[in-house]
């Protein structure tokens, strides 16, 4: 733009310089020098806002960038808790599964073999524990039914052990037989059927007369069926038929029988 200011400008000085005074001419050069100096000023003016723009846009695209970066880190952020909640879903789902088993396992016991049914109320536990038990309960009778609530919890050996204390301190209560019965139970849930067999016929040999032998016994032979041991357990499946025809643990016998011959 600077070179067609200065071509026009010198067009004119031919057209006229024929007429002009050496003033004219001084006067005018001077109004083009500050024409130009301003045309200058101005150039530069111009230069230095588009460099400023383009710093502007830099800026711009750098924090876009960085926006970009921060959207990035929380995606994965977030993208990493929905993997914990997932993660801790399956474990909650899976405690939920056990526990729901144990409950399962507890009424099969209760409502199936009828323990706690037909029997007295010693299978039941208070919703208290032995120190703060239901107002009237003994010492004896607060100590097995906290055994037998932790029992139902699904905690065996924690269970075993308070079984185990209470028929140190009560070796020939009401309750005995039935907490030898639920020390072989606890091994049984475990799958330490060998143990098992031996808690129970502690309860065969030490309460004879007691109501819990023909459940000790079907549960003797089903621990071998359990171990593979077909032989013995047919030997107790029929003792129990025997012994005890009318009730619910020969008819399971007499199922059990059918199944492995």
Known sequence: MNKIVSLLLFAFLILTVGCATTKDLQRLHGDLDRQIQAL????ANIRKDMAKAKETQVSSQRN????????????????????????????????KEKLDNASLKINYI???????????????????????????????????????????????????GEFQN????????????NAQFWIGESYYFENKYEKAILEYEKVVKNYPKGNKVPYALLKQGLSFLNL???????VILQQIIKEYPNTNQARIARAKLVEIK
Do not use: C, W
């Not at 209760?110 to 032995?130: C, M, Q």
């Open 40 to 43: 200058k000023e101005e150039d």
């Open 64 to 95: 876009q960038a960085e926006m970009r970066a921060d959207v990035t880190e929380l995606r994965d952020s977030i993208q990493g808790l929905r993997g914990m909640v997932e993660s801790l879903r399956k474990d909650i789902a899976a405690l």
């Open 110 to 160: 209760e409502n199936f073999l009828e323990i706690g049914k037909n029997h007295s109320e010693s299978d039941k536990a208070p919703k208290t524990g032995a120190k703060n038990a239901v107002k009237g309960k003994t010492d004896k009778e607060a100590a097995y039914a906290l055994a037998y609530e932790t029992f139902k919890k699904g905690e065996y050996e924690k269970a075993r």
């Open 166 to 177: 209470f028929l140190k301190l009560y070796p020939d209560s009401e309750y005995s037989d």
């Open 228 to 234: 593979g041991d077909k032989a013995s357990a047919r």
